[in-house]
């Protein structure tokens, strides 16, 4: 029900636009976030956005360089990452929340998809 993709290999200092494409039924009237879990680290939210788009949260480690968004008629939900750096080398995942506004409460979402390699070289 959810499929991320936009992953790859970027120096440090570059951007990448991550995309997350969900069914009707999941994700047009829930809450969405981006997620990474590096290798050995627990999943941490890394942005999410409420139902409509005009609440957005974002970790104190990605604030300022990335950006989320959704296109409701698209269904679709998208971070844009920029100034990379080595530290967001990660597995990134969307979630869909069981609640409407953004949150940054993990046990909020219900619903996840594949995640995409995100490697950020020195």
């Known amino acids: 029900q959810l499929q991320a993709c936009g992953g790859g290999l970027v120096q440090a200092g570059g951007s990448l636009r991550l995309s997350c494409t969900t069914s009707?039924?999941?994700?047009?009237?829930?809450?969405m976030g981006w997620f990474r879990q590096a290798p050995g680290k627990v999943r941490e939210l890394v942005a999410a956005i409420s139902w409509n788009g005009d609440s957005t949260y974002y970790s104190d480690s990605v604030k300022g360089r990335f950006t989320i968004s959704r296109d409701r008629i698209k269904n679709a939900v998208y971070l844009q990452m920029n100034s990379l750096q080595p530290e967001d080398t990660a597995v990134y995942y969307c979630?869909?929340?069981?609640?409407?506004?953004?949150?940054?409460?993990?046990?909020?979402?219900?619903?996840w998809g594949q995640g995409t390699q995100v490697t950020v070289s020195s």
């Open positions: 979630g869909a929340s069981r609640y409407a506004q953004a949150t940054s409460v993990i046990s909020a979402y219900a619903y």
């Open positions: 009707r039924r999941t994700g047009s009237n829930n809450g």
